[in-house]
């Protein structure tokens, strides 16, 4: 279940021999419904700034919401393979990618070293990780989470990285980041973004 910033709620109902599925309760306009699946640039007509889906706070067991639109663009469908890496040296936050997809580029020889489900390897200081997909979430498990330097409350924006990785970075680091450069309507616009807990 998730909260948007005029208190609509989103549900999202998922099954391995189904694409899925949103069903929304009480919007007041077509904008809305609109809004959910549109990924929102924060700085619209500037080129060069994230385009971001959400924010997901990490549970206690360590899962994290895939926003319905982002799982729908990259196809992180139930039960399906996903490869988890870092996304810059030391930063907290991590990539997710369809292995299929990525198994089509340059990750391919990373990802034959990937024998075993949920355990961490190290390829030139950068963690890696096959995993899957459950229902509408990824679950990190304490080596993943100390691998990515997070820990369970912390809210990841989900951002458009690549043609086939998803980032999910602090909502902090992102904030930093934007004021350092005098985007401050990108750390506004942070706040109207849905957050999935």
């Not at 990525?102 to 070293?113: D, H, R």
Request: with cysteine; hydrophobic share 40%.
């Amino acid at each position: 279940m998730t909260r948007g910033e005029n208190g609509s709620t989103v549900e999202c109902t998922q099954s391995s021999t189904e694409i899925n599925s949103i069903i929304v309760h009480n919007l007041d306009e077509p904008a809305d419904m609109e809004r959910l699946i549109k990924m929102p640039s924060l700085m619209p007509g500037m080129p060069g700034t994230k385009e971001a889906y959400a924010i997901s706070v990490i549970r206690e067991d360590g899962s994290v919401t895939i926003p319905p639109a982002a799982a729908a663009h990259y196809e992180f469908y139930p039960l399906s393979p996903v490869i988890l890496t870092t996304t810059h040296r030391g930063e907290g936050g991590f990539a997710a990618l369809n292995k299929q997809k990525a198994e089509a580029g340059v990750f391919k020889k990373i990802i034959e070293t990937l024998k075993d489900a949920d355990k961490v390897y190290w390829h030139n200081n950068k963690a890696y990780a096959l995993s899957t997909v459950e229902g509408d979430r990824l679950i990190l498990n304490e080596e993943m989470l100390q691998a990515f330097h997070l820990e369970s409350g912390i809210g990841l924006m989900s951002v458009k990285s690549t043609t086939v990785a998803l980032s999910f970075t602090p909502v902090e680091i992102w904030k930093r980041k934007f004021l350092s450069r005098g985007l401050n309507r990108a750390v506004e616009n942070i706040s109207k973004l849905d957050i999935y807990e």
